[in-house]
């Protein structure tokens, strides 16, 4: 084991009996109304929590409905390493959330739990980019999910979970935490569940069953913003799909759809759009439309590495294919620098191989 | 660390010719190795191997082929090393080349590659030596230095051994030749001495490379390196002073002047630093040597006893500006770093005088290094430790911001700065103070636009959703902004186009600027990219959306117009007229544009008229629909002169807008049956056209505008048809004599010039014709008709005073309408006869008066001759003529077109001996100097021009179709066997061409596609759509039966987009495969293209440089057919600056600035709203 997942694995086991008991003075913003409830977090579950205020009757705040919680004495490097996360660099989150837990004074358990499932996430998005981190990465979370099943990241991390196990290809395992997030009381949980469910039907090569599993998934979407969010996820992919089946006019339609209708601000929705685009277009020969596509991924989505990482590979390639060489070196440069272990930087290694 | 091989590889370039190779297949064959070589150009090394595997397994590649193969994969090898990423994988495809290139020397140790092959195994050990050397020098291996030393020294040793080697075979075979040769007499032996003259050379300089390296393998300083380095400097020298008329020769020089540097004998070094650099010439190899020499001479300046960094920064500077495309190759990168070192230094002197002059060298520093540290190599360390450095020295201002509010702040600061110094700067160039101060200002400039770049780049990186909504669409537009400064023209377009899209509705105007500025940046990029139009239509359609966005969103602003002209403009260019003219006519009357846009909405629906004709099937439009853009055409033109004519005084010159919109009117008038009008419209004031086209001296018409020799023959054409209609015989000459007056001053080819004239006019009197039949107009058809016949009729009975031109002219217009009615064989034989007998009385009187004709136009008669002979059928006359011509012109390109045409007409015609001529139209006939199809094609394909001339490629696609159609027909006649085999090779020249020739238009495709289905169907296979574009053929086993059910052309990787078959070609496809794009009545469009376009780039008359093999040239003894097809350039659209300041727009009665003709872009006026200054000011 690594030494950050060993530390984690410990700090786990050490905490898991003083969760049940959260108290202290936090601020909490909702995602649905960007409304802040300043209070004491208490009565945690896997759905929702309360915010405990001063006076009057405590606030109640579903699990899916949370933007962003500023714990009273939490190191300032937590701050920083939730905006790192944000910003697509998940090893310095990493670091900062593992130096968060060292440096906080007293923290009570709400905080050392929060940490701990923070530092699984970070963990779990690090490995999906690179699989030699993906068994680690699942440990990690499975250890954080026994010690703290009543948490309101749990769902969170069931989903995260699912899509470590899909990268493994261990789809048996994915299809059992994806029925366990559909079991979740929210829509647009159940949503990405089934979301999830049409990945795994591409990675089994079952492609008009995924169609059809996206296509109902975009059916049933309500209008919450969350469920229109999970709509756009849907359609995304079944644009997946249509794109491994050869059938670029219809994918190009349904991804014109996501960037310009979707929504702006779920950045790996729209990077991964643009990514398909780019291939769709590419596979069509249209190649300057399939660089401006990509290049969409370079400039405004670029912290989304995964993405980034690919969009900087076939840029290396096509901007040499339209007679604009030095931009091809720059963007293999920047792929080299920025990417130097990810999967796409490998593929660039050499023309023959 | 990457291995590299060693730069000076690169110099070896200009003597390592692409192929050396059995070059050119044998006629009828399949081109093996020029479809490795192309696959090669596009960079798939995979599939070349995996062409080479299966050319090896198949037992009828011929031997001399699969002999090669193994050398080869070498070359692919080598050329996928040097684009290999890790030094592993690079290392291991040297080590398989090497293999490779060991097989091939021991298999054939005689061949005549395989002292090459040799170089090439020398120089791999050698570029792995350098590794060993420069793991010597990492700090991290000290405790190893020696064993590394150690190793390069005996990997430099073997090089030597094998370079030996190769120079004794390349020595050997040089003094086989003879002392004295006839460069004129043996043209090929002369060439093939010189090639192995270059290759002794190289592996002379080889050896002396290896001496200059293994003193690299000792301590700098030690004795060993020192008189190392003393033996290569003498090595060079001798080089240099017996070969110092070659490249080779100035390469050796070069590299004893850095033999000199390392020994700290600078002035020597410089000396001959300057030397080469003043050397004549800078193309090609030259160009390459000159650029590594001035690397070298940077160093010397930069060095602490020269201490020369003003000049080396300067000089670096230049070769940047020059040569920006290359600032990315292992040299360019080598001079970016020592301009970055000049900068530092520059700094560090500055300090102690003018902190600001310091601190704005090292920032150039900084910039020039911060671009450097992007690219692996030697200098991305060196680069990195200075970027720190200079960090120190600029101070905590400098600091890296944290937050998007500071990264923000900072780069609007830097923006609002770049935008002061823009107008100090534009203030200094009009007082034209000094041009010191203004560099000064310059390079301030350039460093606040970097700076802005990097402050918004970081600071969108660090938005988080705390941060403001509006001050992120701000810092994305003003990052377009920048980046559209900078040439990023895409990069420009995505952020813009993301904001207008994303924009909060109440933040003001953001999102209208921002999708101007998008559309601003696609045209710029359009206007930038130098590739032909028809490899532009992606960026035509990125223009398009963009505009779609602004009329779509904000259809009632000014920047909608400017869109709908844009619009028009580029759907102009794409051959959409219909379209572009309903755009121009979408802008309202209150635009300043107004009247130009209605006259370009009226020509643009006159093209749509004229390009009717053309369109077959769906595509073609009702006669209705003809008529009713006829009717629109018009009607916007009739608008544009009346608005026109109302804004401007009776007297005077008519501006070119109005002269052209009335050109444009009397064009389709005429074909109306309104002759009279037209020629009142032309001739009649106020505003007269032809007044406006008059010059005083014919022979000093300027290249662009009304009075252009094109236009105003264009002019002249429309009213000498004008007269034909109205059948007045007298001003008929008279304006022929004018016209022929205007084409015969344009210089030396004049006369030429006046032979085409008259070749054009008949074209163009056919295509109207044609045109007419094509929409079910037979009234005016029957009408036109009768007028041309009666006008020439009585032209012939004139016999008296008829000159080269008449007699031409009437040949021509016979021969037009003799096409014209083929259908009916004997209307259309009388016209051919009467057109031979025009060109037969020229040839006649010519033999009387050696003054009637030059003999170049008797040439033109004869092919023109030989064309009417063909038509006839009556081949053997024609060959025999054609004999004469080719024995005159036996290079021309167009001649040869014509001589195949003769066989393969012949071979189609059903007479005796078809598949002779048949075969002889793809193979040729020696003995009267044919190439035959398959020749041409070879020949075009490896001439110089064919990379840089679209001329050469589309001759060569016409070529290799007609080669396969003859081929097919000839097939058709043979037993199964044979006939299998001919269809085989078709099949492999149309899917290799289709892999190769990636550029191929879909009407070129489309022709491909569907002779490449009834050749499949011919051959008994399953019928497939030709592979295209990146899909590469896997060849079938030849022992697979004709009657499987396999496809012969399987495809390895679907990833194109494969079109269904177009209509099938004429089963008798002769040779016109001619598309003149934009000529419509009378040539009008390209009338108007030829007035507004740039000067063309592309000349027809390109001859091959001598030492071309087989040399081609386009000398066009006129009347060939159509030989070569032009394609149309496109003018640029003028591009809408964004400026940091307001530009008034251009309001009241002011003529437009010029004309919509064809395909000349009117310009969106207005320019991207300047933004509004970051920080509220």
Redesign the interface.
Known sequence: MTRPFALLAFTVVVTAAHVSSLLAADTVTRKSDGKRFLGTITDMSRTEFKVKKQAGEPDVIQANDV?SIDWEGAPPELRLGV?DE??GKYELAFQRYEKSKKDAKNPNDALKTELDYLMARAAARIALTDPDKLATAITGLQAVQKAFPQYFRYYESVSLLGQLQIAKGDFAAARTSFDLLAKAPWNDYKLAAQIATGTILIAENKLDEAVKEFEAAAASAGDSPADQTRKYEAMLGQARALVIQ?KHEEALKILETVT?KGP??ESALQAEAYVLQGDAL????????A??AY??VD??F??ESTFHAAALFHLSKIW?LV?L??RG??A???L??NYPNSPW?KK?????? | MTFRLSGYLVLLAWLVPLAMFPAAPARGEEPYLEFVQGLRDQQYYDYALIYLDQIGARSNVPAEIKQVIPYQKAMILLDGSKRARTPEKQTEQLVQALGFLEQFVKNSPNHASAADANSDRAQILLGMGQVEILQSRSPANQGAKREFQGKARDLIAKARQVFQTAFNQHEAAYKKFPVSIDEQKDRQLFASRAQSEVNMITAMLNLAMCTYHEAQTHDTGSTDFKQLLSKAADEFEKMHQRYRSQVGGLYARAWQGKCFEEQNDLQKAMGIYNELLDHPGNEGPLARLKAQTLYFKLICLNSKDRNDNQLAADLADEWLKKHQSESRTETGIGIQWEQAKAFEVLGDKAARESKADAERAWRQARTIATQIVRFPGEFKDASQSMIQRLQVKLGGKEQTPKDFDTAFGLGGQAFRSAIELRKVIDGVKKSRDSAEELAKFEQDWKNEINDAARNFELALALATKRDSAKNISEARLWYAYVNYWQNKNYEAAVLAQYVARTADKDNGSVALDAAFMAMAAFVKAYNENKAPIDQKAEDIRMIIRACNMITDRWPASDKANDARMTLGSIYSGAKKPAEAAEWFGKVPESDPRYAEAQASAGQAYMNAYSNAGRLTGADKPSVEQLNEWLKLAQQHLRTGIAKLTASLPTEGVAPPELVNAKFLLATIIITQGQETEAIKLLLDDPHSVIKAITVADEAARPEKGVTSRKFASGVYKVLLRAYIGTNNLDKGRETMKTLEAITASGGSDGLADVTQLYVDLGKMLKEELDRLKNNGEIERFDKLMTAFETFLNEMVSRKEGHSFGSLSWIGETYFALGETVSSDAAKSTAFYDKAGTAFGDVLTKAAADQNFATPEQLLGVKVRQVRVLRFKKEFEPAETLMGEVLKARPNDIKVQFAACEVYQDWGASGQADSAKKLLAAFRGNRSLGVWGWGEIAAKLRKSKAFKTDPTYVETYLDAIFNGTVARQRYARDLPVKERQKELERCLTELTTTASVMREMSDERYAKFNAIYREVLQEAGKPVADLPRSLNVPVVAPEEEAPDEKKPVAAVVEKKGNQKAAEPKPEPNAMVTIVVLVGICVFGVGGVGWVMFRPKPKLQLAASASKDEAGPVTFLGVGGGGDRPATGFDASPIATPKPRPASVPAATGAKPASRPGAAGAAPAPKSRPKPPAAPGGE
């Open positions: 933007t905006t944000n910003g050869a310009d702006v601000e590419q596979a069509l020969g249209r190649m300057k439309e660089a401006l290049l969409h400039i405004l670029s912290r040499r007679q060489k030095e070196d720059e293999e440069a920047k080299v620098q930087r660039l290694a050499a023309p023959a191989e």
